[in-house]
T-cell receptor
Framework: KNEVEQSPQNLTAQEGEFITINCSYS?????LHWLQQHPGGGIVSLFM???GKKKHGRLIATINIQEKHSSLHITASHPRDSAVYIC????????????????FGKGTHLIIQP | GAGVSQSPRYKVAKRGQDVALRCDPI?????LFWYQQALGQGPEFLTY????????KSGLPSDRFFAERPEGSVSTLKIQRTQQEDSAVYLC??????????????FGQGTRLTVV
């Protein structure tokens, strides 16, 4: 079972629609990242959050620590928003050492049609 | 440079060939991570450096994979005797953080390795 689950896996929407991508995780975390990956592999960090809500332009990210759930919202979606959106968590380590890398979901492939 | 730089962007290797992938992190970033991303999958952790020290290599899939960061800046991921299942995008990320302190990770464009 993946520690980070995203839904939906694929999403096609019309320009202007409100988009929601969900991320659920099963472990204790110290932070959650939303990342955007365009064709060609480059990854851009959109948000890093450990509580509450963050907003940047048309993007909004929320996290509910108790429910182990986060959502990424895109308002007034545009074809240039088409990309893979990846949720990644930094697992909280109770003891010293161990992996400090991110654990990633499989991504949500978003296509916004004009 | 302004961001994390990886080279080459694309690499085609014949099965059995050794390859070396380079990562130039953002100047001053202490932490450096390597990830492997198979087609259609999310990235998976390979190894982590804090300065020149390789603190975690638990994600390296076999002893054919080796990573180093001798001077605490540039890192090289080496794959010996490449096999077809090594075909993937290899991503490098760096951050200012030390260990568990939460700071943003910056990713390179990745190196797409195809083993034929």
């Amino acid at each position: 079972k993946n520690e980070v689950e995203q839904s939906p896996q694929n999403l096609t929407a019309q320009e202007g629609e409100f988009i929601t991508i969900n991320c659920s995780y099963s472990v204790g975390i110290s932070a959650l990242h939303w990342l955007q990956q365009h064709p060609g592999g480059g990854i851009v960090s959109l948000f890093m959050l450990s509580s509450g809500k963050k907003k940047h332009g048309r993007l909004i990210a929320t996290i509910n620590i108790q429910e182990k759930h986060s959502s990424l919202h895109i308002t007034a979606s545009h074809p240039r928003d088409s990309a893979v959106y990846i949720c990644a968590v930094r697992i909280r380590m109770y003891s010293g050492g161990g992996a400090d890398g991110l654990t990633f979901g499989k991504g949500t492939h978003l296509i916004i049609q004009p | 440079g302004a961001g994390v730089s990886q080279s080459p962007r694309y690499k085609v290797a014949k099965r059995g060939q050794d390859v070396a992938l380079r990562c130039d992190p953002i100047s001053g970033h202490v932490s450096l991570f390597w990830y492997q991303q198979a087609l259609g999958q999310g990235p998976e952790f390979l190894t982590y450096f804090q300065n020149e020290a390789q603190l975690d290599k638990s994600g390296l899939p076999s002893d054919r994979f080796f990573a180093e960061r001798p001077e605490g800046s540039v890192s090289t991921l080496k794959i010996q005797r490449t096999q077809q299942e090594d075909s993937a995008v290899y991503l490098c990320a760096s951050s200012r953080s030390l260990g568990a302190v939460n700071t943003e990770a910056f990713f390179g464009q990745g190196t797409r390795l195809t083993v034929v």
